[in-house]
């Protein structure tokens, strides 16, 4: 695995449990959303891959490839029920990577291993709640600390709604 990435998503996920709280199901501004971001796998940037993103009820509602150059963009629809899964098929990559957004406000958002494991273990709390997720990027930045990493920030850029899922 890259360990050079887990310092910068160690910061993202301490950032995004101190933002402000939104309510699933609301779209903030209820516009149509732009999400940009990268898509990192355990070897590094994924070169090629596919996007969905899907609404609360699991219908899809946006497509992407992933460039060349690991990024992606998006574009959801006004009035889709929020929280939202992204969900990328890179090449190379073993399972699907996995990131939430929470709100239409997002703007940037990578899809990561460790993006996936937030999304993963928020499920497992019982859905994909700004509790759930506060709770879930604790445990990664727990289980970083656990492995030996290091809370540098590196290469890290934060989105400045501060949502959980709206960190990269």
């Given at each position: 695995?890259?360990?050079r990435l887990?310092?910068?998503?160690a910061?993202?996920?301490?950032l995004?449990a101190?933002?402000?709280?939104?309510?699933p199901g609301?779209?903030g501004?209820g516009?149509?959303?732009?999400?940009?971001?990268?898509?990192?796998?355990e070897?590094g940037p994924a070169?090629?891959?596919?996007?969905?993103?899907k609404?609360?009820?699991?219908?899809v509602v946006a497509?992407a490839?992933?460039?060349?150059?690991?990024?992606?963009?998006l574009?959801?629809?006004?009035?889709?029920a929020?929280?939202?899964v992204l969900?990328?098929t890179?090449?190379g990559?073993?399972?699907p990577?996995?990131a939430?957004?929470t709100?239409?406000?997002v703007?940037?958002?990578d899809?990561s291993?460790v993006?996936?494991?937030?999304?993963?273990?928020?499920?497992?709390?019982g859905g994909l709640?700004?509790?759930n997720l506060a709770?879930?990027?604790?445990?990664?930045i727990a289980?970083?600390?656990?492995?030996g990493?290091?809370?540098?920030?590196a290469?890290?850029k934060?989105?400045s709604?501060?949502?959980y899922?709206?960190?990269?």
């Amino acid at each position: 695995m890259n360990t050079r990435l887990f310092p910068c998503i160690a910061l993202a996920l301490s950032l995004a449990a101190c933002g402000p709280a939104s309510t699933p199901g609301t779209a903030g501004g209820g516009g149509e959303a732009k999400i940009v971001g990268l898509v990192l796998t355990e070897d590094g940037p994924a070169r090629q891959g596919h996007i969905e993103a899907k609404d609360r009820d699991g219908a899809v509602v946006a497509q992407a490839d992933i460039g060349g150059d690991a990024h992606y963009s998006l574009r959801i629809p006004a009035g889709v029920a929020y929280p939202v899964v992204l969900s990328a098929t890179a090449a190379g990559a073993a399972a699907p990577l996995k990131a939430a957004v929470t709100s239409d406000l997002v703007a940037d958002q990578d899809i990561s291993p460790v993006t996936t494991l937030v999304v993963d273990t928020a499920l497992g709390l019982g859905g994909l709640t700004e509790a759930n997720l506060a709770k879930a990027a604790g445990a990664a930045i727990a289980q970083r600390k656990s492995s030996g990493g290091s809370g540098g920030s590196a290469g890290f850029k934060g989105d400045s709604t501060q949502q959980y899922g709206g960190w990269h």
